[in-house]
């Protein structure tokens, strides 16, 4: 996991965007954030679009998750892994380079761009595989055998965004559908296992200074069944796309992981956002599975917009209070949640909640309900942008490198 260095304060200011992993990742993230979401916005109340080029939908889902999503993993990855294997981090020129890389993928899927299409997909494509290299390298140098997971995450994430450029270059008509599927999927795995080790840790951590000395009670198999449960989700969800049967996994997953967050004392960390941030993303992946079963397995409508539960309600926060936390403790700054980021928090999830039940209310309108969620979404990823910009690109506050 990732480790919080002891904090200080004051230090001389000096650029230090490119000093460590992730410093431009989580710079990026929040900017490609409200990017993402008010293209997607501006053209579900205008309806213009480019004729030539990948259907609205398809683009925002591609850009939330291979832009908003992957770039926050990249800052996590880059900053956890040399932690865990006791390498220095990732900095200067080769630092640039890898970030250019994720940029230059965004860059050839502006809309109405012009790009020739398998350019676009060869430019784009190139990120995932180059960073699984380079943390690749260090893991295996390191034996950090716990953690080979994650290349093979890596591996399949390209996989999903290589079926979504093959359906837009025409030899996979349906390959939008299942990048989807096993994208979504497989960052819901990613919160099941680094969720899992995170946020009961932080919890337990920061609860001491509030004078709590508390224990962990998993129940029995509770923590092999967690990302179980997610895996074989995974799997249904590829083989038997809105099944019946997926939507009962789902109600077990469900099941499985609130039990899981029991066990955490979530209750007792209302006192630091830091905290309870953590708690409200893992709320939402339950919600976002639950009503995933609801739609599936009861045709409840209710359900029916499960995956903005999970992608702007579970991903988001999650992305937020891992980004929000990690920034401060690895720029050497004491670990209190700015009172920017307890907004960013709140309207993440009300503008999830509007973009999920929203719809089940009678009156609701398409065009401008998306809008006003899209609003409050993307307002949460400029006060977070406000905070925390200068954090991320000034130098540490303890004077040491990184």
């Given at each position: 996991?990732?480790?919080?260095?002891?904090?200080?304060?004051?230090?001389?200011?000096?650029?230090?965007?490119?000093?460590?992993?992730?410093?431009?990742?989580?710079?990026?993230?929040?900017?490609?954030?409200?990017?993402?979401?008010?293209?997607?916005?501006?053209?579900?109340?205008?309806?213009?679009?480019?004729?030539?080029?990948?259907?609205?939908?398809?683009?925002?889902?591609?850009?939330?998750?291979?832009?908003?999503?992957?770039?926050?993993?990249?800052?996590?990855?880059?900053?956890?892994?040399?932690?865990?294997?006791?390498?220095?981090?990732?900095?200067?020129?080769?630092?640039?380079?890898?970030?250019?890389?994720?940029?230059?993928?965004?860059?050839?899927?502006?809309?109405?761009?012009?790009?020739?299409?398998?350019?676009?997909?060869?430019?784009?494509?190139?990120?995932?595989?180059?960073?699984?290299?380079?943390?690749?390298?260090?893991?295996?140098?390191?034996?950090?055998?716990?953690?080979?997971?994650?290349?093979?995450?890596?591996?399949?994430?390209?996989?999903?965004?290589?079926?979504?450029?093959?359906?837009?270059?025409?030899?996979?008509?349906?390959?939008?559908?299942?990048?989807?599927?096993?994208?979504?999927?497989?960052?819901?795995?990613?919160?099941?296992?680094?969720?899992?080790?995170?946020?009961?840790?932080?919890?337990?951590?920061?609860?001491?200074?509030?004078?709590?000395?508390?224990?962990?009670?998993?129940?029995?198999?509770?923590?092999?069944?967690?990302?179980?449960?997610?895996?074989?989700?995974?799997?249904?969800?590829?083989?038997?796309?809105?099944?019946?049967?997926?939507?009962?996994?789902?109600?077990?997953?469900?099941?499985?992981?609130?039990?899981?967050?029991?066990?955490?004392?979530?209750?007792?960390?209302?006192?630091?956002?830091?905290?309870?941030?953590?708690?409200?993303?893992?709320?939402?992946?339950?919600?976002?599975?639950?009503?995933?079963?609801?739609?599936?397995?009861?045709?409840?409508?209710?359900?029916?917009?499960?995956?903005?539960?999970?992608?702007?309600?579970?991903?988001?926060?999650?992305?937020?209070?891992?980004?929000?936390?990690?920034?401060?403790?690895?720029?050497?700054?004491?670990?209190?949640?700015?009172?920017?980021?307890?907004?960013?928090?709140?309207?993440?999830?009300?503008?999830?909640?509007l973009r999920v039940f929203g719809p089940s209310i009678?009156?609701?309108?398409?065009?401008?309900?998306?809008?006003?969620?899209?609003?409050?979404?993307?307002?949460?990823?400029?006060?977070?942008?406000?905070?925390?910009?200068?954090?991320?690109?000034?130098?540490?506050?303890?004077?040491?490198?990184?």
């Amino acid at each position: 996991m990732i480790q919080i260095d002891e904090p200080s304060d004051v230090a001389p200011r000096r650029l230090a965007l490119f000093a460590y992993g992730f410093r431009p990742f989580f710079l990026a993230a929040g900017v490609q954030a409200i990017y993402g979401v008010l293209v997607m916005a501006g053209q579900a109340w205008h309806g213009d679009w480019p004729g030539d080029f990948v259907l609205p939908a398809a683009w925002h889902f591609h850009e939330m998750m291979f832009g908003f999503v992957v770039a926050a993993i990249a800052g996590f990855l880059l900053t956890a892994v040399p932690n865990w294997t006791g390498e220095r981090g990732h900095a200067g020129k080769p630092l640039v380079l890898l970030f250019g890389l994720w940029f230059a993928g965004r860059l050839v899927l502006v809309p109405g761009i012009g790009i020739a299409p398998w350019l676009a997909a060869l430019v784009d494509l190139a990120f995932l595989p180059t960073l699984a290299v380079v943390i690749g390298r260090s893991l295996f140098r390191a034996k950090a055998y716990r953690n080979f997971p994650i290349l093979a995450v890596l591996g399949l994430l390209t996989l999903a965004n290589l079926a979504f450029h093959l359906d837009r270059l025409g030899p996979w008509p349906e390959g939008v559908d299942f990048a989807k599927r096993l994208g979504v999927d497989l960052v819901l795995f990613l919160v099941a296992m680094i969720g899992g080790r995170i946020v009961p840790a932080f919890t337990i951590n920061g609860l001491r200074r509030f004078g709590f000395n508390l224990a962990l009670k998993p129940l029995p198999g509770i923590e092999i069944a967690a990302p179980a449960s997610i895996a074989l989700l995974l799997i249904l969800d590829l083989a038997l796309p809105e099944s019946r049967a997926a939507g009962w996994v789902a109600a077990l997953a469900a099941l499985v992981h609130a039990l899981r967050l029991a066990g955490w004392h979530g209750e007792k960390s209302l006192k630091d956002p830091l905290i309870w941030v953590l708690h409200l993303g893992y709320l939402w992946l339950i919600v976002g599975l639950a009503l995933k079963a609801l739609w599936l397995a009861g045709d409840v409508e209710f359900g029916r917009h499960w995956l903005h539960a999970l992608t702007a309600g579970c991903f988001a926060t999650m992305i937020l209070a891992v980004m929000t936390r990690a920034s401060l403790g690895h720029t050497g700054r004491r670990l209190i949640a700015p009172p920017l980021a307890v907004v960013a928090y709140a309207l993440t999830s009300v503008g999830a909640a509007l973009r999920v039940f929203g719809p089940s209310i009678e009156g609701w309108s398409q065009g401008p309900g998306i809008a006003g969620a899209a609003a409050l979404w993307a307002g949460a990823m400029l006060a977070y942008l406000i905070a925390y910009a200068p954090i991320l690109a000034e130098r540490r506050a303890d004077g040491r490198p990184g």
